[in-house]
């Protein structure tokens, strides 16, 4: 009698990733979806991230930016509707030799030109823009005191004004209600000045600060 041989096919060896290799497999999985969540996550932050998340973020950048996934250098932003997704800049103004008036400002209109890190002084006029509402004034007055301090000594003048401004989007239709809005979505109806106060140097060289509580009065921050 013959005996049947078993003809069943067992997996191939080489087919098999060893323990090892599926260890390796697995680490390099976790950093890669690790490093995917730091970078979106950095653009739901409502306010600012964290010194933490910044340090992660900065690393994970060397790897993330040539992939296309830094999401705070898309052209579409992440909104939740509220009015601090809206855009935030610094206006600086200052008064030249000649008597003009020149203006800067912080970051540029296509966050391309301002300061080293555009992104940065947006995040930082949400702070300023969001503490002012709130009637906190030591931090907008740290924040601008700084930024005017830069331009002081950039331009050589001894005085200026700094304001944070809130631009709101435009509506998709211009003409709602009976109410006309401008065709140009960088029209200054659609700003909100939130913060203003004057930088200066003194006859010490010691950089002041006021914030302009109104047009006729002035408080200073200690």
Known sequence: MSSKKDTTTSPSA?????????????????????????????????????????????????????????????????????????????????????????????????????LNDPYRYQRLAKIVGMQAEAGEDTIPAEITKGIGQYFIRLTGQRKLAIECVRRRPQPMELLIDGQQFAADPRDASYEDVLYRAQVWLDDHGAVEHIKEMATEHVAPVQ
């Open 14 to 114: 080489d087919g098999v990733l060893s323990p090892t290799a599926r260890g390796i497999v697995s680490l390099v999985l976790f950093i890669y979806l690790f490093g995917v969540w730091v970078v979106v996550s950095s653009s739901l932050d409502d306010s600012h991230s964290s010194p933490v998340h910044e340090k992660l973020l900065n690393f994970f950048r060397l790897y993330t930016e040539p992939l296309n996934l830094e999401v705070r250098a898309a052209p579409i932003p992440l909104y939740s509707g509220r009015p601090t997704d809206y855009e935030h800049f610094f206006r600086v103004e200052l008064a030249t030799d000649s008597g003009e008036t020149q203006i800067y400002q912080v970051p540029g209109p296509e966050l391309g030109s301002g």
